[in-house]
């Protein structure tokens, strides 16, 4: 591609381009439209399924992934081998 054809691009892009984002663009308005539905049925009291929290698990073998690739990346990982079959 030649030095010009990459000055025009460049050109191009920078006429478009808009020096700040729109933040109107980042709103969700289906969440929003949702949550006011919510907020409306829980004022009145209608059409509402009350659930409870669930308990949270017991932690039980939680493994440090980072920990682990780092042992590996560094060659002190255990050997696992496989039985021949």
């Known amino acids: 591609m030649s030095q010009t054809a990459v000055k025009r691009f460049q050109t191009i892009i920078s006429k478009k381009a808009k020096s ?3 933040t109107t663009r980042l709103k969700n ?3 929003e439209d949702l949550i006011k539905l919510v907020e409306k049925k829980r004022k009145r009291g209608k059409d509402l399924i009350e ?3 669930p308990e949270r698990a017991e932690e039980g ?6 920990a ?5 990346l560094s060659g ?7 039985s021949a079959a």
Not at 76 to 82: F, G, I, N, P, V
């Open 20 to 22: 700040q984002l729109a």
């Open 29 to 31: 308005k289906q969440a």
């Open 51 to 53: 659930i409870e929290e």
């Open 61 to 66: 073998n939680v493994v440090d992934l980072v």
């Open 68 to 72: 682990m690739l780092k042992q590996s």
């Open 76 to 82: 002190k990982a255990k050997r696992r081998r496989r």
